[in-house]
C-alpha cells in the first residue's frame, strides 16, 4: 500500500462499515450492497461493485454497460462478465492522453457511465525514480539518449501522480464538465486485496453532472 494512502482498518465513533482513512482522502470499502451509495443504485456502477467485489452472479451482455479508465498495470484485473464495459487503460489511469478513445466511446455507444480507478502502489507515482531505467531501456530499442531523454521529461506532467486519489478526483471532475451527461465515478483499487473501494468526494456530488 503506498505511503501516503494507506487504507487503515481503524473505525470512527458511531461508523459500523469500517469507512478507511487516509492522510488526503478518504477511501471506502464495499463490503456488502448496502455499502453502495444510493446515487449508484441501479446504474452500471452498482454492478460493477456486486460483481467484482462481492461475486455476484454475472448478467449476460451483448453491449457494453459502461466505461473503465484504469491503469496499465499488470495486478489490476477486474471480474466482470463478458461484455460488460469498455476498459482504457492507461498510465496512472490518466485520460488526458486518451481523449479521443474515450470521447468515441461517449458519442458512438451507449455506455454514459464511466469509472476511473486508480490503484494502490501505482509506478506512476514514483515516475521520477523510473527515469534511468526509461532513458537506459529505450535506448535498447534503438532511440538515442537525447531523444529518450527528452520523450520522458515531455510527458512526464502527464503522467506523474502525487496522491492517486487526487489524482482520480481531478479525472472525475474534467470528466463531468467535458461531457455533460455521463455518470462518473472515482474507484480505487487495492493491489493487495484485490477490492475496488469507493474514493469519497467531500462535496463534489456523485451525480450526473448537468452543465454544459
Ligand atoms: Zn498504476
New binding site residues.
Given amino acids: 500500500m503506498e505511503k501516503s494512502l494507506a487504507i487503515t482498518t481503524k473505525r470512527t465513533r458511531g461508523n459500523n462499515k469500517g469507512i478507511c482513512k487516509s492522510p488526503e482522502n478518504t477511501l471506502v470499502p464495499v463490503l456488502r450492497k448496502d455499502d453502495i451509495p444510493d446515487c449508484y443504485k441501479h446504474t452500471p456502477l452498482e454492478k460493477l461493485l456486486l460483481y467484482h467485489n462481492l461475486n455476484y452472479p454475472f448478467g449476460s451482455y451483448s453491449n457494453a454497460e459502461m466505461l473503465i479508465v484504469m ?3 499488470n495486478r489490476m484485473q477486474l471480474h466482470l462478465p463478458d461484455n460488460f464495459s469498455y476498459i482504457v487503460r492507461n ?3 490518466k485520460i488526458n492522453t486518451v481523449l479521443f478513445p474515450l470521447s468515441f466511446i461517449v458519442a458512438t455507444t451507449g455506455a454514459k457511465t464511466v469509472a476511473v480507478i486508480g ?1 494502490s502502489d ?3 507515482r514514483d515516475l521520477e525514480t523510473h527515469r534511468l531505467g526509461f532513458i537506459s531501456g529505450l535506448t535498447e530499442q534503438g532511440w538515442t539518449k537525447k531523444r529518450a531523454e527528452n520523450f520522458f521529461v515531455e510527458m512526464k506532467s502527464s503522467f506523474a501522480i502525487k496522491n492517486v486519489a487526487s489524482s482520480v478526483l481531478a479525472d472525475t471532475r474534467t470528466l463531468r464538465s467535458r461531457y455533460s451527461n455521463l455518470l462518473v465515478a472515482p474507484l480505487y483499487y487495492s493491489v493487495e486485496d484485490k477490492k475496488l473501494y469507493l474514493i469519497k468526494e467531500g462535496r463534489q456530488k456523485n451525480k450526473i453532472n448537468k452543465r454544459g
Fill in positions: 491503469c496499465i498495470d498510465g496512472g489511469a490503484h501505482c509506478r506512476m
